[in-house]
């Protein structure tokens, strides 16, 4: 996409993100999150305590009540604040999409051909089913399915890729995109999507937070928060009547306040993750939308990061999908300069990437460069699906290149032999994960031309990184068994689906589901769409059939096959960053239970002070330490919580003892050093 990338403070985001803070005080937002809305809660209380405090007698000091019910809030707005902004940046990323979606006249046809007659209409009439013809020029009003001629189309709109796409009738590259415009010739589209439901809607409506529906695993964990903030208000609720009878039957101290109940609940609480756990789901799905793919649910993101199973195409994902002639193997009794030289020439009129590169080949080692051919007579035979071969006839001499079978019935058709040795050499070929193409002259074979997939560099060790995460990879291709066994060995693969059918696409994902696996694959055609919807996550191609674009539950705007390795990436930053944070934030209550408890009860239960391991100052300074930290601690968290924690292909027990050690520890240690921090603070500023 065309959009300006912001930085994470951008004052065009924290602004709109503040501003929207204190919009999200609102009881029916609040309510949505269960763990905050106790803190809202108890924010109101103690708010209605301090006007107690003010015009009455106050059941604490009114300065000490007043520092707690401002943290309590500022808690609270700092909560919103890290939704604000993960939902801001999403927000840009839509009205960056938003601007491309105009109001546009459509030529809308009376019948389905480019020779009928059209009326000029507004794009919002148009409905699912109707044709049109957009013309060199013209914006494509709709999303649709090219039914009649071919055209160059600007998709940088959409994509971010300045180099226009063809797209034609038939196959696999007729889906167009409303918004995009048409660059030369002309198309008739039956349009697929009725207004409102079409791919930029779509587009829109997944990419702002606020439409964002929570996820299975997000939901999970939403419980347990409520279940253990339900724990803990049960707990402090029955500390009132304890502190109450212990004063009365020891018939000293003070009885615990609403004040310092509220405070011990908020600490108790898991706050820090309840007010970043919004946050971090809005920020996966914006960090899936900067890398230009659009997920048509959270689910999806979510099943990204614990994919088991990775079904990749060779062609483009695991090779660079251009065949390259590397070697001329003559047949007996033939010199390798003559076979250079009847491949060459086999080969001057072929424009395919494979063509060009026996032509390069044979002028790179033999020198084979000018042909004076218009001193003979020369026929190129263009390559036909019927014969399966391609040539020259120049002047007296029949030359012909194509598959091993293709040749070897034009041999027995012209009375000649075919050679075992060149068979066996087509097969040694094969077997090393090249394909043999085989050249003849008139009834005589002259060898073989090895045509080689390169594997693209540095795909092994990205496919060994997957591997140490404990993710399967399997290579699909319409190869035989030979040449697939050889270029996935090559390529580091763990396994591979040979001549690869939809048929057996799906059947091999059914297969590995009901091992209780995860499968991610993509696809691009319409033989692809079965098994797009089988499959946990579906990438579908932007570049390929509305069928596949359905069938899928993302959608890769940059058509780039190997971006599925780059989603799992995502996925799992994504739920290493909401477990990172769940761990810190549970470990950092513990040490808060040290600091609060002691202080909360201490006047009730003068034993207590023996527990204040801090040496914290007061009651009061240890309990407002504790609020004021409870609070800071999600404004230091949210660049984390937005960014994503560092991402490491690791293996789920390495990642668990990190995790332990960096976020389990860390969030033990934090807070002793932050709250003894702040209660020094306080002692010198003689706050408290």
């Known amino acids: ?18 501003i929207e803070s204190f919009r999200k005080l609102s009881p029916q937002v609040q309510w949505r999150n269960p763990v905050m809305f106790v803190v809202y809660a108890g924010a109101i209380l103690t708010t209605l305590l301090l006007g107690q405090a003010l015009f009455g007698k106050g059941e604490a000091p009114g300065g000490f009540i007043a520092a ?76 649709g399915e090219v039914l009649e001629g071919v055209a160059s189309v600007d998709e940088s709109a959409i994509t971010g890729e300045s180099a226009p796409v063809i797209r034609e009738a038939g196959g696999d590259f007729s889906a167009v995109t409303g918004g995009t415009r048409v660059l030369s010739d002309w198309i008739v589209v039956r349009v697929t999507a009725n207004p409102g439901e079409a791919f930029l809607d779509r587009m829109i409506a997944m990419v702002e937070g606020a439409k964002r529906q929570k996820t299975p695993n997000e939901i999970a964990l939403t419980i347990l928060l409520v279940a253990l903030t339900i724990v803990f208000l049960v707990v402090t609720v029955t500390l009132l009547p304890f502190s109450q009878f212990s004063v009365l039957a020891a018939g000293s101290g003070e009885p615990v306040s609403l004040t310092v109940l509220v405070s011990l609940l908020v600490c108790l609480i898991p706050t820090t993750i309840g007010g970043l756990l919004s946050a971090i789901g809005v920020a996966g799905m914006s960090r899936m939308l900067g890398a230009n793919v659009i997920a048509t649910s959270g689910r999806a993101v979510e099943a990204a990061g614990d ?70 007579e020369v026929e190129f035979i263009p390559f036909s699906a019927h014969t399966r071969m391609s040539g020259v006839n120049y002047d007296n001499r029949q030359i012909r290149k194509g598959a091993t079978d ?138 390929g059939t509305q069928a596949a674009k359905e069938a899928g539950n993302m959608v890769d705007l940059d058509s780039n096959p190997t971006k599925l390795i780059e989603i799992v990436e995502i996925g799992k930053q994504m739920l290493m960053t909401r477990g990172s944070l769940t761990t810190f934030s549970v470990a950092n209550d513990v040490a808060k239970y040290f600091a609060i408890i002691p202080a909360a009860f201490a006047l009730t239960y003068p034993q207590l002070n023996a527990l204040n391991v801090m040496g914290l100052n007061s009651p009061a300074s240890a309990i407002l330490s504790a609020v004021i930290f409870n609070a800071l601690i999600i404004v230091f968290l949210i660049p984390l919580a937005l ?46």
């Open 406 to 543: 293709a040749i070897r019935k034009h041999v027995a058709a012209q009375g000649g032999h075919f050679p075992e040795e060149v068979a066996r050499q087509a097969d040694e070929v094969a077997r090393r994960g090249a394909t043999p193409l085989l050249v003849c002259e008139n009834a005589r074979v002259m060898g073989v031309i090895e045509l080689k997939d390169i594997v693209k560099g540095g795909i092994k060790e990205r496919f060994a990184e997957l591997r140490e995460m404990g993710i399967k990879t399997v290579m699909i291709t319409g190869d035989n068994p030979l040449t697939a066994a050889a270029i996935a060995a090559e390529a580091g693969v763990d396994d591979f689906l040979s001549e690869a059918t939809p048929e057996a696409k799906l059947a091999l994902i059914r297969q590995n589901q009901s091992e209780g696996k995860l499968v991610a694959m993509t696809g691009d055609g319409t033989n692809d769409a079965p098994a797009l919807a089988q499959a946990d996550v579906a990438v579908a191609m932007n570049t």
């Open 1 to 18: 996409m065309t959009s300006k990338k912001l930085s994470l403070l951008d004052p065009a985001l924290v602004k709109p993100a503040v």
């Open 643 to 688: 960014r994503g924690v560092s991402y490491k292909a690791q293996g789920a027990a390495q990642l668990l003892r990190n995790n332990l050690l960096i976020y389990g520890l860390g969030g033990l240690i934090v807070p002793f050093a932050g709250i003894k921090l702040i209660d020094m603070l306080l002692g010198l500023t003689g706050l408290v």
């Open 68 to 143: 707690i019910t401002l943290w309590l809030w500022f808690t609270v707005l700092f909560a919103n604040f890290a939704e604000a902004l993960a939902e801001g940046r999403s927000k840009a990323q839509a009205a960056s999409l938003r601007s491309n979606k105009k109001n546009v006249l459509a030529k809308k046809l009376k019948i389905a051909t480019h020779a009928s007659g059209y009326e000029v209409t507004d794009s919002a009439s148009l409905r699912k089913g109707d044709a049109i013809l957009v013309q060199a020029g013209d914006v494509i009003p709709a999303d």
């Open 307 to 376: 994919v088991d199973v990775l079904l990749l195409d060779k062609t483009g994902t695991i090779t660079l999908g251009n065949r390259q002639a590397v070697r001329f193997i003559p047949a007996p009794g033939v010199t390798e300069a003559d076979l250079a030289d009847v491949a060459q020439l086999a080969s001057l009129s072929d424009e395919t990437p494979e063509g060009r590169s026996v032509v390069v080949l044979a002028k790179q080692q033999f020198n084979l460069r000018e042909r004076q051919l218009l001193s003979h």
